[in-house]
Each structure stands twice: as structure tokens, then as C-alpha cells.
């Protein structure tokens, strides 16, 4: 059963262009919202997390963005560089319990 | 490096067969997490172990088991393997128990059944 459903599954972004990829959660009791970032041969990173309590978060050129209504929430990467080529996990959570993730987007950026 | 460390790196081995995995968390770390990574399935939770206790069981087969040791290390045992049980098994730690304390992951042990 996949809860929370990620799109692109690959995406593919020019140097310095904007990077988006989308998560769509089901559970309206999920109240944790975090980013994971993998490089090959390493396990996942947390990049940045939200509540949903608030619609946007910002750290660096890393932005997630919430909509609570629309049960989506999505992170952007501002002037992408060819060092953010990496999977990235978006996940979710309720009343502290585990982790739920999506099925990873693989983003290359290209010179 | 996050500090987690998992052995081995590879496992090669036949179906019918069982294998044990081995993580080391982060000094100071009570919490161990097990994530099992396939291509078509990504992240999915197995188990997670608070101080020697086990705290939330995911999606974790009957022929896999695991625990964690006194000195907090902890151990996947998969057993009458199929070919299906190929996958990227990640170990994680965290300080404690709190959804918001970041995960530290490994570097995973690929398994590969044959």
C-alpha cells in the first residue's frame, strides 16, 4: 500500500534551472513531512522537513512547499547544480510514529 | 560519513538460504532502524529497536527477524531467502525515539539472491 506517491520517478534539469518534484499523501493524519537526499552508494540524508502548520519552508536554495488542502506537498531546488544530481525520498509521518516514503525521484542535473 | 556502519557491504547467496546483517548506530544512538530499498517499492520500514526493545514493526516478513544487542548493535536475520528478498537493506540510528530526530542511515548491504 503506497501512501504517499512521488512523481517524477526521473527528472532531468538543466544548470541553474529550478528542480520540482511532487509527493502526494493519502493519510489526512499525517503531520511530518521530511526530504531525504541519496547519493550513489550512500544511504538517504535528511535535506529539510515541514509541519503542516505552515505552507513553505526554505533552507538555502532548498524550498519545500505545503498545501495541506490538496494533501501535496513538493520541494524545489532553486539554481540547481550538478552536485544536487542525487535520488530524492520525499516522506511522511503521524503522531511521531515511522516513516513513510516514496519511491525516490533520480534528478541529474546537466551542465 | 553519517557514523552508521553496516557489514557486509555485499551479500551474494542462493534462494532457501539465511543471511545476517550487522549494524554498528552512532555513538550514543539508542534508536536502530531497518529499511529494506527495492527499485520498483523505494524505502519501506522493517523494524525499528529503542534500547534493546523493539518499538514499531513495519512491513517485515515472518522468515525475517532482528534485534539489538546491549551494546546497542543490531542484527537483520533473513532466512529462506527468495529471489525477491534482493534488495538494498539499510540500517538507520537516531538518538531517540521522536519522528522528527534525524535518521542517520548506513551505506546499506546489497543483497543479492541467486
Known amino acids: 500500500q503506497q501512501q504517499v506517491k512521488q512523481s517524477p520517478q526521473s527528472l532531468i534539469v538543466q544548470k541553474g534551472g529550478i528542480s520540482i518534484i511532487n509527493c502526494a499523501y493519502e493519510?489526512?493524519?499525517?503531520?511530518?513531512f521530511p526530504w531525504y537526499q541519496q547519493f550513489p552508494g550512500k544511504g538517504p540524508a535528511l535535506l529539510i522537513a515541514?509541519?503542516?502548520?505552515?505552507s513553505e519552508k526554505k533552507e538555502g536554495r532548498f524550498t519545500i512547499s505545503f498545501n495541506k488542502s490538496a494533501k501535496q506537498f513538493s520541494l524545489h531546488i532553486m539554481d540547481s547544480q550538478p552536485g544536487d544530481s542525487a535520488t530524492y525520498f520525499c516522506?511522511?509521518?503521524?503522531?511521531?510514529?515511522?516513516?513513510?516514503f516514496g519511491t525516490g525521484t533520480r534528478l541529474t542535473i546537466i551542465p | 560519513d553519517s557514523g552508521v556502519t553496516q557489514t557486509p557491504k555485499h551479500l551474494i547467496t542462493a534462494t532457501g538460504q539465511r543471511v545476517t546483517l550487522r549494524c554498528s548506530p552512532r555513538?550514543?544512538?539508542?534508536?536502530v532502524y531497518w529499511y529494506q530499498q527495492s527499485l520498483d517499492q523505494g524505502l519501506q520500514f522493517l523494524i525499528q529497536?529503542?534500547?534493546?526493545?523493539?518499538?514499531a514493526k513495519g512491513n517485515i516478513l515472518e522468515r525475517f527477524s532482528a534485534q539489538q544487542f546491549p551494546d546497542l548493535h543490531s542484527e537483520l536475520n533473513l532466512s529462506s531467502l527468495e529471489l525477491g528478498d534482493s534488495a538494498l537493506y539499510f540500517c538507520?540510528?537516531?538518538?531517540?525515539?521522536?519522528?522528527?530526530?534525524?535518521?542517520?542511515f548506513g551505506s546499506g548491504t546489497q543483497l543479492s539472491v541467486l
Open positions: 529497536y529503542y534500547n534493546g526493545e523493539e518499538r
Open positions: 555513538s550514543g544512538d539508542l534508536s
Open positions: 493519510n489526512t493524519a499525517f503531520d511530518y
Open positions: 516522506a511522511a509521518s503521524m503522531s511521531n510514529e515511522k516513516l513513510t
Open positions: 515541514i509541519r503542516p502548520d505552515v
Open positions: 538507520a540510528s537516531s538518538g531517540g525515539t521522536a519522528v522528527e530526530e534525524k535518521l542517520f
